[in-house]
């Protein structure tokens, strides 16, 4: 299973959106973009955009929240902050249970059947709700989609940027 997290800078997770301002405060909306809105709880200081910039409140308004940032105390200057993403040092990353995986690990991956031959690289990682599929771009520009099943995905090796996958048709060649 993997986690959900946009693209973000090299060394970065992304959290969250910036949504539309709240109020006269300076108060905007934050969309988290995480698997772990409860880190929310913890923050004090986040980079927005490219900003380091720190939390004076925070409240929780439904799925989302509401955050007031110290360089931006009133509306009209938090508004230029809308569409920005929120993000956190990759070290800062909720820990992973075994066999979890980030998008942003999976994406770029090597893959390769049980033959050893290179069938392309993930190039995205679809939610379905059952189980994440893999959307692999091929060398000759086609799209193969492998489901995220443990009888289908052998081995991730993150470190050696590489996914063994043994395909359904493969399967029924070992009868």
Do not use: W
């Not at 709880?41 to 900003?51: F, I, K, Q, T, Y």
């Not at 308004?61 to 902050?81: D, S």
């Not at 770029?108 to 290179?118: C, E, F, H, N, R």
């Amino acid at each position: 299973m993997t986690k959900l997290s946009p693209s973000a800078p090299e060394g970065r997770i992304v959290i969250g959106r910036v949504g539309a301002p709240h109020g006269i405060a300076g108060d905007v909306r934050v969309i988290p973009l995480t698997d772990f809105p409860e880190r929310f709880a913890r923050l004090r200081e986040v980079v927005v955009g490219d900003e380091l910039l720190h939390i004076v409140r925070m409240k929780e308004q439904g799925k989302n929240f509401l955050m007031q940032f110290r360089e931006y105390p009133v509306r009209e200057e938090a508004q230029r902050l809308t569409g920005r993403l929120l993000t956190v040092a990759r070290t800062d990353a909720a820990p992973l249970e075994e066999g979890e995986y980030y998008v942003f690990d999976i994406v770029g991956l090597s893959v390769y059947d049980k033959a050893g031959t290179l069938l392309g690289s993930v190039e995205n990682v679809i939610r379905t709700g059952s189980n994440d599929v893999y959307a692999v771009r091929a060398e000759d520009g086609r799209e193969l989609l492998i489901p995220a099943l443990h009888s289908v995905v052998r081995n991730i090796d993150i470190a050696g940027g590489r996914m063994d996958v043994c395909l359904p048709d493969e399967a029924d060649d070992r009868r």
